[in-house]
């Protein structure tokens, strides 16, 4: 959820967790996958924690600290929507580490008598000892609190060790702040990064089962196709001039035919994937029922006849006769395809591979893996040497790739912006943790960080903001260790970093807003370098009332000194002079409060206004969405921040990027025909428009009308409706290209150009 929207009260009753309990119900019930019918039972029981709490007022939804009695800075395992359960994360039964620990210590497994333990000298040490080997691991944030105690107690801040010991021992029954042994120390993740682990990835493997299909196909090939010539053969023994029993079977042939009948029954005692042989329609059960018959002595009917004539002439004029040149090459190319090894046994193969590695890291080197079957592993597994590593197995492979994060990028490991700001943590991690000098409690604080990347928002009211890293009780206590040694090495760490990321995920995704949680880590980096410039969240329609913090004026004004004059000013109608003023006229004034918080009343009312034309007037999430969009374009959703304060010079430059925002923008807009729930795609299409007109804002005069004449050459390489309805933004385009302008009302020429928005409360033109 966001950090900046309040709340309709009807969001927090129960409706919303009710609809997701019995979604989860239904495919609880019905999915055919036992595993997703299981993850589906994980998350009812979520839910109706969910419902359950708040029915009994044991919730409080909307608040930083949801459960009464557990402060902000717990991190809580929260559901879709930012709902939370009221379990905290660190909290539930103990851990199998935590009872091994507590039995290595002697003392009660209980997290208290841990807690007590960890701070006796003998406790100290042990975590001293981890802190020098980096044996540990952080997977909630409340994990690294007794390690920063220990280092604070090695470091003579022995007054800073006991404050935050107390604030800490109301809850060491409750929560473990004990960390996680590992193997070894965390790598060293200062520019490189990793989807998956080793462990995921062997995970991912293990799940896999052999695939119906394909393994009935290679049994009919290598089973039944053979036994199907022999019977065939057997047959023709019988045949003249191509017709079947026109010579009378010989007790030769009829012992013969006994033991191919003998025969099919093993097989088909053992071979149980095809079933075709069972059926009396087809040829193979046409050929075998009538041997059958003669075998037994009793002779064929006519009917039967016909049967058996008819199938084996299909059956020659099909293939050819069984031993001859063309059936003979058919079988050798259907036995080769069933000799291959099964994408199971491959991925049985790569399983004994991926062992040998470190299991809680990234894969450095990916190739090597992918390597066909050896002749030792022929020895070893009775796969056949030479034999490839299918292509779906080696996308799980290189899914777990550890490199600099713009190779994953360019490998297609990171296919959209979400994926990236789930990785970008363990760089800013990494990055925010080169402030502290001591090697420890840098390596501290970026497990620290890194689990903190994973803590999910919550549903939050009133303006209120998400906890940040720097509120955690441990983190402060050492901030003053941070605060001695940063510098303006430190800051330009941070600011060389935000750069980087700013410049990748524009350049990687320029049709794609940029997503929260990379905004979130966004804003952590431009603290670190005290840019003086705030990144803003999206904000959710169904829970904004109207108002917005300081910070929207801001981003909006550092749009206005990048964009003032420009073809994106022009196009959305925006007086970036009056935001100028705006803001230095509340700068001087008193600070407006919502609930307490901070807010901007002028940009509040502006986004209003402009959004007017486009709302009915009365409240809905559409209308909400109306004034939501008008705050990102005034502020540009961040891109004005990265360009003009960050200075990202993204490659190979604007106008190409301009280009794929619009192949963006078709390819959106494609998906609208025939959609019954068309308006998220044609939100999405706006706002990849929107960043279209900011890069192209920034393009001369005469690259901005080669682009407009190009885009018919775009719109031409898809389906002919995405032309039609794209027709009023690029006349609205073009007109404002050439000098012109909207009405009022966003529309020119009658109504035949348009200004393009995603949002509506009178219903959207493209739909």
């Not at 001695?484 to 995704?509: C, H, N, P, S, W």
């Not at 970036?576 to 918080?597: F, K, M, N, Q, V």
């Amino acid at each position: 959820m966001n950090d900046n929207a309040e709340q309709q009260p009807l969001v927090a009753a129960p409706s919303y967790p009710a609809a997701q309990l019995a979604k989860a119900f239904t495919t609880a019930l019905t999915h055919h996958d036992p595993a997703t019918r299981r993850r589906a039972e994980e998350r009812g029981q979520r839910w109706r924690a969910v419902l359950a709490g708040m029915g009994a007022g044991r919730l409080r939804v909307g608040s930083r600290t949801p459960v009464p009695g557990l402060p902000a800075w717990v991190t809580h395992e929260v559901v879709r929507g930012g709902f939370a359960t009221g379990t905290a994360s660190a909290g539930g039964p103990l851990q199998p580490y935590e009872t091994e620990a507590a039995r290595n210590f002697g003392v009660p497994a209980e997290r208290r008598a841990l807690f007590a333990h960890a701070l006796t000298e003998a406790g100290l040490a042990w975590l001293w000892a981890r802190l020098d080997d980096g044996h540990y691991e952080v997977g909630v944030p409340e994990e690294a609190a007794l390690l920063t105690v220990a280092w604070l107690v090695r470091h003579g801040a022995t007054d800073a060790a006991l404050d935050l010991a107390d604030e800490l021992e109301p809850f060491a029954d409750r929560l473990r702040f004990l960390p996680r042994p590992a193997d070894g120390p965390a790598p060293d993740r200062v520019t490189t990064v990793h989807r998956n682990t080793v462990s995921d990835t062997v995970d991912t493997l293990v799940r896999r089962r052999p695939n119906a299909a394909v393994e009935t196909e290679r049994e009919a090939l290598a089973v039944w196709q053979p036994f199907g010539d022999e019977l065939l053969a057997h047959w023709l023994g019988t045949a003249r001039d191509g017709r079947v029993l026109e010579l009378a079977p010989d007790t030769d042939w009829l012992t013969r035919g006994a033991a191919l009948l003998a025969r099919y029954r093993r097989l088909a005692a053992e071979h149980t994937r095809c079933t075709k042989h069972l059926s009396p329609k087809q040829n193979l059960g046409i050929l075998r029922g009538a041997l059958e018959e003669t075998v037994a002595g009793r002779p064929l009917d006519a009917r039967r006849l016909g049967l058996l004539r008819h199938a084996v002439e299909a059956m020659v004029r099909r293939r050819g006769l069984p031993g001859s040149a063309p059936h003979s090459a058919l079988r050798r190319q259907q036995a080769r395809q069933a000799a291959l090894p099964s994408h199971h046994a491959l991925a049985q193969l790569m399983l004994r591979r991926l062992a040998e590695l470190p299991q809680d890291t990234g894969i450095t080197e990916v190739p090597p893996l992918l390597t066909p079957v050896t002749e030792q592993e022929e020895r070893e597994t009775g796969l056949p040497a030479g034999a490839e590593v299918p292509r779906v197995i080696r996308r799980v492979v290189e899914a777990a790739l550890s490199a600099p994060l713009g190779t994953l990028v360019e490998r297609g490991v990171v296919p959209s912006a979400e994926v990236m700001a789930e990785l970008v943590p363990q760089l800013v991690a990494a990055t925010t943790a080169r402030a502290y000098g001591d090697e420890a409690l840098r390596a501290l604080m970026a497990a620290n960080h890194r689990a903190f990347g994973n803590r999910r928002s919550l549903l939050l009211l009133d303006l209120q903001r998400q906890v940040r890293v720097e509120e955690l009780p441990w983190v402060r206590a050492v901030s003053g260790q941070r605060s001695a040694v940063i510098g303006k090495t430190d800051e330009e760490g941070a600011l060389t970093v935000l750069r980087q990321l700013g410049e990748l995920a524009v350049q990687a995704f320029p049709g794609t807003i940029l997503p929260n949680p990379l905004v979130r880590e966004l804003g952590v980096l431009a603290r670190q370098c005290d840019l003086g410039a705030p990144f803003v969240e999206e904000l959710a329609a169904d829970i904004f009332m109207g108002t917005f913090s300081p910070k929207f004026l801001t981003a909006a004004r550092i749009a206005g000194e990048l964009l003032g004059g420009t073809l994106y000013e022009r196009y959305y109608g925006i007086d970036y002079g009056a935001i100028r003023d705006l803001a230095i006229t509340e700068t001087g004034a008193a600070p407006s409060r919502s609930h307490g918080a901070r807010t901007s009343p002028g940009f509040a009312r502006l986004c209003t206004e402009r959004a007017a034309a486009d709302s009915s007037g009365s409240w809905s999430v559409a209308a909400n969405g109306t004034v939501i969009e008008q705050a990102q374009i005034l502020t540009t959703h961040n891109l004005a921040t990265l360009v003009h304060r960050v200075e990202i010079a993204p490659r190979p430059g604007f106008a190409d990027l301009a280009h794929r925002c619009f192949g963006t923008v078709c390819r959106l807009t494609a998906r609208v025909h025939n959609n019954r729930r068309p308006l998220p795609t044609i939100k999405d299409a706006a706002y990849a428009w929107r960043q279209m007109l900011f890069h192209l804002s920034l393009c001369p005069p005469a690259e901005q009308r080669r682009f407009l004449a190009g885009l018919a050459e775009e719109t031409a390489r898809h389906p002919a409706h995405v032309a039609t309805r794209l027709a009023p933004a690029l006349a609205g385009l073009a007109r404002t290209v050439e000098g012109g302008a909207f009405d009022t009302d966003g529309t020119a020429e009658g109504g035949r150009a348009r200004r393009f928005l995603g949002w509506s409360t009178t219903g959207h033109w493209m739909r």
